[in-house]
């Protein structure tokens, strides 16, 4: 057998077909620059010289081939669709994953990871999937989301893939203080007027 690595020829940083950003502010703007100063370490990734690390198309590419096939899964199964675009009154532009319409209308997002399963979604290192999820229910005015996740090595005792998912339920107040953090971030760091 004679084996040749070849390019794959494939663009891992260009949009998929019908993926539409447009300019100006969003959502993951802030909450991205947010979780940068609250933990550097993790989401502050720099070289020796304090250059900022390159993208990881790879990864990206694969969250967002998870998203587009269980979209087309759900799509089947539930009632529900991807949104689009949608701007809150301050303009700030955000793009669920997906709209379920299961007797409750609910945010739908979809998640693929390479952290560990194990602890459960009270491990800090989950707080960003719930500022962004607090963020996108506060503005489309419901307490309901739906989140599905990719494990890709399950909790890393056998390395096996898990693909889990959870209903979850925002208090009221849960949802106006993680808005308001958004805000004073974005207005402090003169993202917002």
């Not at 967002?64 to 539930?78: I, N, P, Q």
């Amino acid at each position: 057998m004679k084996l040749t690595e070849i390019d794959h020829g494939l663009d891992l940083a260009k949009p998929s077909a019908g993926y539409v950003r447009s300019p100006g502010l969003h959502m993951s703007d802030i909450y991205n620059d947010l979780y940068r100063e609250l933990n550097p370490a993790r989401y502050d990734k720099r070289d020796k010289d304090g250059n900022p690390l390159p993208f990881d198309s790879t990864r990206a590419e694969f969250g967002t081939a998870f998203e587009e096939v269980l979209e087309d899964a759900m799509s089947g199964r539930l009632l529900g669709a991807r949104p689009g675009e949608e701007r809150t009154p301050e303009g700030i532009i955000y793009s669920p994953d997906h709209y379920l319409f299961n007797g409750q209308f609910r945010l739908g997002e979809f998640k693929a990871t390479w952290m560990s399963s194990r602890y459960g979604l009270h491990d800090p290192r989950f707080d960003k999937w719930f500022t962004q999820m607090k963020s996108y229910c506060h503005n489309i005015e419901t307490p309901y989301a739906r989140l599905y996740s990719f494990f890709v090595n399950g909790d890393y005792t056998t390395h096996q893939p898990q693909l889990r998912a959870w209903d979850i339920e925002f208090s009221g107040r849960e949802l106006r203080d993680n808005w308001d953090m958004m805000m004073r971030h974005a207005r402090k760091r003169g993202m917002l007027p």
